[in-house]
């Protein structure tokens, strides 16, 4: 939402309010990003001739992503507020509660209650290279790489980015972010059986690899599970010719616990978290593979 005006005194306001009842899952398994080469065969047999399976080449399997992303909630307010008045502008102070209320100038409000299941699973993926040479070898004077390949599993019971931006010449607005999340439902995410591979195979009495680069560098596979996720920001400029909001800042505390705040400009996060929280990765492998004949594996190569 966005708020410009001349010689007026609006208000704005976001206010989102999402409820997950039921259960969120998200699953991506068994995907394959593979590169297989073979050197020439013989005749009309299946059995690797004397070439090279790559002689210089540049060969990659690189920046491939599998995701799993599950959220009971999501959600994404902005709200900017430019305004160029000649009045007093809104002067009522900014208060906000963890009940999802708030009262300012400019007001962007999140609350969000899940209370059920949410599990993301990213598994069994496959990102390979697989080189099978004759008795020449597999790969001469040429680039392998198999990097920067993400798999990632993420789970949220609740996840929010609220923004707020106030500029304003001669008014004194004032300006309340609020966010409020529950999250009562079991959070988790795998990521598991994962496999970054490159593999040169020469059969012959050659080199796997020679005078060649190989590389499986800068690969990742993660599992983030959150309760509550929020990011909340608040950019105030204000060039006043008013006295504008001058009180002390107020927290308001109840039973041990931050309730409220009052102030000119307030940032307001209550999270609530009362069941699991997991996360795991396991099982997963970053290999490179030189299967030699009777020479060697690699020969000037790094």
Same mark, same amino acid.
């Given at each position: 939402?966005?708020?410009?005006?001349?010689? %007026?005194?609006?208000?704005?306001?976001?206010?989102?309010?999402?409820?997950?009842?039921?259960?969120?899952?998200?699953?991506?398994?068994?995907?394959?990003?593979?590169?297989?080469?073979?050197?020439?065969? &013989?005749?009309?047999?299946?059995?690797?001739?004397?070439?090279?399976?790559?002689?210089?080449?540049?060969?990659?399997?690189?920046?491939? &992503?599998?995701?799993?992303?599950?959220?009971?909630?999501?959600?994404?307010?902005?709200?900017?507020?430019?305004?160029?008045?000649?009045?007093?502008?809104?002067?009522?102070?900014?208060?906000?509660?963890?009940?999802?209320?708030?009262?300012?100038?400019?007001?962007?409000?999140?609350?969000?209650?899940?209370?059920?299941?949410? +599990?993301?699973?990213?598994?069994?993926?496959?990102?390979?290279?697989?080189?099978?040479?004759?008795?020449?070898? +597999?790969?001469?004077?040429?680039?392998?790489?198999?990097?920067?390949?993400?798999?990632?599993?993420?789970?949220?019971?609740?996840?929010?980015?609220?923004?707020?931006?106030?500029?304003?010449?001669?008014?004194?607005?004032?300006?309340?972010?609020?966010?409020?999340? %529950?999250?009562?439902?079991?959070?988790?995410?795998?990521?598991?059986?994962?496999?970054?591979?490159?593999?040169?195979?020469?059969?012959?009495?050659?080199?796997?690899?020679?005078? %060649?680069?190989?590389?499986?560098?800068?690969?990742?596979?993660?599992?983030?599970?959150?309760?509550?996720?929020?990011?909340?920001?608040?950019?105030?400029?204000?060039?006043?010719?008013? %006295?504008?909001?001058? @009180?002390?800042?107020?927290?308001?505390?109840?039973?041990?616990?931050?309730?409220?705040?009052?102030?000119?400009?307030?940032?307001?996060?209550?999270?609530?978290?009362?069941? @699991?929280?997991?996360?795991?990765?396991?099982?997963?492998?970053?290999?490179?593979?030189?299967?030699?004949?009777?020479?060697?594996?690699?020969?000037?190569?790094?």
């Amino acid at each position: 939402l966005t708020v410009a005006a001349t010689n %007026s005194t609006p208000t704005a306001a976001i206010d989102n309010v999402q409820s997950n009842t039921n259960t969120v899952s998200a699953t991506a398994s068994t995907s394959s990003y593979t590169l297989a080469l073979t050197a020439p065969t &013989t005749g009309d047999t299946d059995t690797p001739g004397a070439g090279y399976a790559a002689s210089g080449s540049s060969l990659s399997v690189d920046g491939n &992503t599998t995701s799993a992303l599950a959220s009971g909630n999501s959600s994404t307010n902005a709200l900017t507020y430019t305004v160029d008045v000649a009045a007093a502008g809104y002067v009522l102070v900014a208060t906000t509660s963890t009940a999802g209320t708030a009262s300012a100038g400019a007001v962007a409000l999140n609350q969000q209650s899940n209370t059920a299941g949410v +599990s993301a699973t990213a598994s069994s993926g496959t990102f390979s290279e697989v080189l099978r040479a004759g008795a020449t070898g +597999s790969v001469l004077n040429s680039d392998v790489s198999l990097d920067n390949n993400t798999t990632s599993a993420d789970a949220f019971g609740n996840s929010g980015t609220n923004s707020l931006t106030v500029g304003a010449n001669d008014i004194s607005v004032t300006a309340a972010v609020t966010n409020v999340q %529950s999250n009562t439902g079991a959070v988790s995410a795998a990521a598991s059986s994962n496999s970054y591979g490159l593999a040169l195979t020469e059969t012959g009495t050659g080199y796997a690899a020679n005078a %060649s680069s190989l590389s499986v560098e800068g690969n990742t596979t993660s599992a983030l599970a959150r309760g509550n996720a929020a990011t909340n920001t608040l950019t105030y400029t204000v060039g006043v010719s008013y %006295s504008g909001y001058t @009180t002390d800042p107020a927290i308001t505390v109840a039973g041990g616990v931050i309730t409220g705040a009052t102030a000119g400009a307030v940032i307001l996060n209550a999270q609530e978290n009362t069941n @699991t929280v997991g996360a795991v990765a396991s099982n997963n492998s970053y290999t490179v593979a030189l299967n030699a004949g009777g020479t060697g594996s690699a020969l000037n190569s790094q």
